[in-house]
């Protein structure tokens, strides 16, 4: 399924979704908030409601140049995350996992940001995963 044809929550933050055959991943996103994922391994696993916990996310972003410092535009990037600390984080009693990459794309001037980075519990500041 695509990313447009992916189903989207209503304005209450409410999204129905047909129960496939498991094991079933669903990865949940929204603008500024860190990604976040939940799986589905037998037909026992599925609840009749589940509501996601999403964290606030934070911002980084840069360039895209050639060798000669022109920018590069509609490059898509994917930024993900390899911390060991984010990658077993779950909060306790948790069936929900972060979700360590994130997308964007470059724009006409080559910038390209993202507002869903997963912020790096090892490491405080705006940027949290990486740094330029």
């Not at 129960?19 to 500024?32: E, F, H, K, Q």
């Not at 409601?49 to 994917?78: H, Q």
């Not at 911390?83 to 909060?91: C, I, K």
Request: charged fraction near 25%; glycine fraction near 8%.
């Amino acid at each position: 399924m695509s990313a447009a044809d992916a189903p989207q929550t209503d304005s209450d933050g409410r999204c129905s979704l047909p129960v496939p055959a498991p094991p079933t991943n669903v990865l949940v996103r929204a603008a500024t908030y860190g990604p976040r994922r939940l799986s589905f391994a037998t037909p026992e696993d599925y609840p009749e409601e589940y509501t996601f916990k999403l964290e606030k996310g934070s911002f980084i972003g840069g360039f895209v140049r050639d060798e000669t410092g022109k920018p590069i535009a509609d490059v898509k990037l994917a930024v993900t995350s390899t911390n060991s600390v984010l990658q077993s984080a779950g909060r306790p009693g948790d069936r929900e996992s972060p979700d360590p990459s994130v997308h964007a794309r470059s724009d006409a001037s080559g910038r390209w940001t993202a507002d869903e980075v997963l912020p790096n519990p090892e490491r405080p500041g705006p940027f949290g995963l990486c740094h330029a």
